[in-house]
Structures are given as C-alpha cells and as structure tokens.
C-alpha cells in the first residue's frame, strides 16, 4: 500500500530538524540525499551549541523544521467546520475557547481533517493543534540568532507520519510513544493521523514490573492473569496493555478502519527496556510489536537513538502540518 504523503519532498537538499522537549533536552539531525549525515544531542538546551554544530555543517542559512513535543502543545479532534481546508485553522480556533485558558489571540493553530473513511462517513472529524505564541517565537528568535532559519513548526504525531511515509508500511501501524510519567499512542492509515490516546502510565511505572518479567517470560505466557512470580502481579503492564487494547477498539469499531497490523515502540533512553517491553505487549495485545527502526537514515548507528532523535529526523525529512505560516516571518 503506496500511502499518499508527500515523500522525500526534501530529500536532495539539506535540512535541519530541530526537537525540544519540555525538560530543555535537544536534539538535531540533518539530513541530505535521504541520510542522515549528523545528529547532536543536548540534555540541555544550548542554543549557541547547536548553532556552532550547524556551523561546522558548513550549511549556510540553514533551513530548518522544529518538532513541539510532550506538552508543549495539545492536540483535539472535534468536529470538522464546513469551510475549505484554507479556512480550517481560523474557523477551528473559535471552538477552542472552552478547552484553554490562554486567550485564543495568543495561540498558534493548525487544523488538518480526518480522512474521509474515518467513522465510516458519518461524522467529519478535524485534529486541532495548538500552543503559546510566545513559546514558540522564543525558539524561532534562538535559531535565528543562530543563522539557523525555522520554516516549519511541526507536532510530535506529524512528524511520525513524516518517517511512516518513507518506509511505507503496507498495513495501519500503532506507535507508541512512553515518556517518564505518561504515554502516547497514535495509530495511522492510508498517509494519515486516526487516532491519538493519552494515559498516564509511563516507564517509571512500568520499568520495576519488566525487570521483575524479563527472567519469566515462560511463566508470563501460561498464565492467564500475568503473575510474574508468587504474590507479583503487573498492574502497570496490564493497565498499559488495557489502554492500548481501548485505542486498538475504537480504531476497528468505532472509526471502523479494521484491525491494527502493527505496533512499532519508539526508543526510550532507558537502557534494555525496549525488548522486555515489546515481548509483555504482544502477550497483552496480540499483534506484532517491534521497534520503530531507523535504519533506513541511519543504518547501523540507529542503536545510539531515542524518541528526540526519532522525532528531530521526522521534523527534517518533510516540513509537515505547520503551525504557522507567514508568521514566521513575523516571529524573526
């Protein structure tokens, strides 16, 4: 299945994806030809360190997309306004007033519907991105003192659609995304954002129970309950597995788009946790899980990455669902 996303639209020339997260890391790649050809990591933010890393490209006026992750935004899907899709952004903030405290002349906005397949026709859906102004014009000022120039702001989900479009995967894919606290999963189809669940279970909750279930896989899979020993019992994993058993649901039901083929886990920075993880989900799920491979742009280094790297890459391989448009301009 070809999915219909605009692919290496940047690929022969080089760019910049820039990811901040809400704790101050920071990563970068840059990307040219289709391949990576350097990456930075910060655990935190230096802007004058990541534009002497751009320098050293020897990229002059380097273009650049940056990611918003975590909280730094906040995603809803409502019901689509009936107005042209230039139009959408506009007519979708008005509705946003009962879902934000911040004054809707201070937000950036981006709508972007659902596919028309989504709920079998019978409602029209829209995703509705939004933010601080003021946070991102902070970040746009910072690179632009860098001779580094933003000319997208993408959401964490766009920027997953961006590297599913270059490895096209010939079924709909779940990823999962697990920070410290909390977790994400998204679930695409056909070059599309479905579905995006929060819940708040993360890998600290869940990373005593997978030390415990990594030496008892056998006794894991014959019981039906999930004892990982005498008296244990995952909780976490069970209710982590629940939450994304509901998503699975409501994507084939409710949105009736059928079965998930896939479930691909973005890398964590916790070193081991990614394998006894994706072996507890596929007992309580019962679909493939496996890595969120980054091969294709990084062949073997793809081992030294975690879920900022995953989506600074996306971020530069295509500029996305922009949050703004002729503001950046402005914001410079």
Not at 148 to 166: H, K, Q, Y
Not at 188 to 194: C, E, M, T, V
Request: proline content about 3%; some cysteine.
């Amino acid at each position: 299945m070809r999915w219909p996303w605009f692919r290496h639209s940047n690929s022969q020339k080089g760019r910049i994806g820039i990811a901040v997260t809400l704790t101050g890391e920071l990563a970068a790649v840059a990307v040219a030809g289709g391949r990576v050809v350097a990456r930075l990591q910060m655990p935190k933010t230096d802007w004058s360190k990541l534009g002497e890393w751009v320098q050293q490209l020897g990229w002059r006026r380097a273009k650049a997309s940056l990611v918003l992750t975590g909280n730094c935004y906040q995603l809803q899907m409502l019901a689509a306004a009936d107005v042209d899709d230039n139009e959408l952004a506009d007519a979708m903030r008005f509705r946003l007033g009962e879902l934000t405290t911040i004054p809707l002349e201070q937000l950036l906005v981006q709508a972007f519907r659902l596919p028309v397949e989504a709920y079998r026709g019978r409602q029209k859906m829209a995703f509705v991105a939004f933010c601080e102004r003021a946070m991102v014009q902070d970040m746009v000022v910072s690179c632009r003192q860098q001779q580094i120039r933003i000319e997208s702001i993408v959401i964490t989900e766009m920027s997953v659609l961006a590297l599913l479009g270059d490895l096209d995967p010939e079924t709909s894919i779940a990823v999962l995304k697990l920070d410290d606290s909390s977790g994400k999963m998204m679930i695409y189809d056909q070059g599309a954002l479905f579905l995006r669940r929060d819940f708040t279970i993360g890998l600290s909750n869940i990373a005593p129970e997978l030390s415990v279930a990594s030496g008892n896989s056998t006794a894991l899979s014959a019981s039906a309950s999930f004892n990982l020993s005498a008296g244990r019992h995952a909780e976490q994993l069970d209710n982590l597995g629940l939450e994304i058993q509901r998503s699975l649901d409501y994507f084939e039901s409710q949105q009736g788009m059928g079965s998930v083929g896939q479930l691909w886990l973005l890398d964590t920075d916790r070193a081991g946790i990614l394998s006894p993880l994706m072996e507890q989900l596929e007992l309580r799920v019962n679909i493939p899980c496996r890595r969120f491979s980054l091969s294709n742009w990084l062949g073997d280094e793809e081992n030294a990455s975690n879920s900022t790297i995953v989506l600074a890459l996306g971020a530069a391989l295509t500029p996305g669902q922009t949050l703004v448009h002729q503001d950046l301009e402005v914001m410079s």
